[in-house]
């Protein structure tokens, strides 16, 4: 049976939209180092200002 992680443990990055720092999520376990944004927010945001 797998132990249980805290939130702590869990990898982080900063976003690139907002620069605040965001951690691993289980949707994102694939894909962890393509993700670059904290959210879908962030995502539209930084396309709209391009």
């Known amino acids: 049976m797998p132990r249980m992680r805290r939130k702590g443990d ?3 990055k900063a976003c ?3 620069g ?3 951690a691993w999520r ?3 376990a ?3 180092d393509a993700v670059r944004y ?3 927010r962030c ?3 930084a396309r ?3």
Do not use: E, I
């Open 43 to 45: 995502k539209r945001q």
């Open 10 to 12: 869990l990898p982080t």
């Open 26 to 28: 289980r949707k994102w």
């Open 16 to 18: 690139v939209g907002c």
């Open 20 to 22: 605040r720092p965001f």
């Open 38 to 40: 904290c959210s879908q």
């Open 48 to 50: 709209a200002g391009a």
């Open 30 to 32: 694939r894909h962890w």
